[in-house]
């Protein structure tokens, strides 16, 4: 009888064909380094409000938004890339008085868990490795655009699928066992556009 044997491709094609489904549901964006900032900010003995930023970082994002928590990031920041605008204060937090940048030369962050909160919003909490050090740290993201880019008509480079987010958290670098005294909660501002290409 040929029935059973149809019947044992078509489920057999089922179970390939659902298989399949949840590859295609997840998109897959890394971040475009001429538009992102990882900047930071702190307070100065309470004298005066100071900042700086990361020139160089790379991340990975695995969006499935049908199931925003399913969803992933992973990120990798130069720690010499650190920029205050002041040579001598850069030189000071790249040496082993603060970030040790010959012995730990990557900041990363790799999430552990994403909860929406809204629409356009998320919690995104995950491990933040500073100094060697690793902390939970939890991201107050927001989803600014997703789909194509708004230049694509233009520019070559920009065609294809985008997503771009901002982010803000506040930890404290004691705790990283970054520097010998508090200088408060650092202050962290995050804002990228990742497109769906290396």
Known sequence: MKYPRILSQAALSLIVALSIVPAFAAETYYTDQGHTEVKFGWSHAGVSLQSGEFT???????????????????????????????????DDLKSKNYLDVETYPEI????????????????VTGDLTIHGVTKPVTLKTTLTHRG???????????????????ATAEISH?????????TGPISITISTEMKDRE
Do not use: C, M, R
Not at 148 to 166: D, I, L, N, Q, T
């Open 56 to 90: 160089k970082a790379s991340g990975k994002l695995v969006l499935d938004p049908d199931n925003v928590a399913q969803s992933s990031v992973n990120v990798t920041i130069d720690a010499a890339s650190i920029s205050t605008g002041f040579g001598p204060l850069d």
């Open 108 to 123: 990363t962050f790799t999430s552990t868990s994403v909860t929406k909160t809204s629409d356009t919003t998320a919690d």
């Open 148 to 166: 194509e880019h708004p230049v694509a008509a233009f520019f070559e480079y920009y065609k294809g699928k985008w997503v771009a987010f901002s």
């Open 174 to 182: 004691t705790a990283f066992n970054v520097g010998n005294f508090s």
